[in-house]
């Protein structure tokens, strides 16, 4: 099984500040996925990033793909309040195999 | 969009009893189907992938007479935790991968929660 750690664990932080979320692993994945998580519900597709050094925004939201497609990263700029959420990155390896990663439990204080 | 649709939501057992949880995928065929189990403020573990008309594949460490798994149809996998005990107490949630999307697409399933007491 392939593990995929973030950092931080948690973060907690004042509404308009900035973040990153890091998602790192020693195994090479053909693509990652971020997901945020509401309590009680599933997670939800934020993103997907298939090549090397890729860089996508969603609004507020940076997404990277590191060059050897072993790490991500997610920065958030200017967090609100609805931004709070369990952040979850997940590995694709294969055609149906998806690893998810430690999560990152994000509070936005108003 | 792809929905996946999960019941119940919310189940409560007595321990020693079996509970059936259903995911179905509603405008959509899946041929595969994801179940993962996630505790309190932890992550999503994989315990098995549904495949239709064939036997699921389970994770190390998932017990298969435990936790068994149908996917009679293109559309339903089911999980059904048999005897169950408190520890299985958990929120369950599936996934289905569209057969006509590319790979990795999943849709997620709202979860369900289940309290063993």
């Known amino acids: 099984t392939q593990l995929l750690e973030q950092s931080p664990q948690f973060l907690s932080i004042q509404e308009g500040e900035n973040l990153t979320v890091y998602c790192n692993s020693s195994?090479?994945?053909?693509?990652l996925q971020w997901y945020r998580q509401e309590p009680g519900e599933g997670p939800v597709l934020l993103v997907t990033?298939?090549?090397?050094?890729e860089v996508k925004k969603l609004k507020r939201l940076t997404f990277q793909f590191g060059d050897a497609r072993k790490d991500s990263s997610l920065h958030i700029t200017a967090a609100q309040p609805g931004d709070t959420g369990l952040y979850l990155c997940?590995?694709?390896?294969?055609?149906?195999?998806?690893?998810f990663g430690t999560g990152t439990r994000l509070t936005v204080i108003p | 969009g792809a929905v996946v649709s999960q019941h119940p939501s919310w189940v409560i057992c007595k321990s020693g009893t079996s509970v059936k949880i259903e995911c179905r995928s509603l405008?959509?065929?899946?041929?595969?189907m994801f179940w993962y189990r996630q505790f309190p403020k932890q992550s999503l573990m994989l315990m098995a992938t549904?495949?239709?008309?064939?036997?699921?594949?389970?994770e190390q460490g998932v017990e298969k007479d435990k936790f068994l798994i149908n996917h009679a149809s293109l559309t339903l996998s089911t999980l059904t935790v048999t005897s169950a005990h408190p520890e299985d107490s958990s929120f369950y949630i599936c996934?289905?991968?569209?057969?006509?999307?590319?790979?990795?697409?999943?849709?997620f399933g709202a979860g369900s929660r289940l309290t063993v007491l």
């Open positions: 996934s289905a991968r569209d057969w006509r999307a590319a790979a990795n697409v999943l849709t």
């Open positions: 195994s090479v994945f053909s693509s």
């Open positions: 990033v298939v090549t090397g050094g």
């Open positions: 997940a590995g694709a390896t294969g055609a149906n195999n998806l690893f």
């Open positions: 405008d959509f065929q899946a041929t595969t």
């Open positions: 549904s495949n239709e008309g064939s036997k699921a594949t389970y």
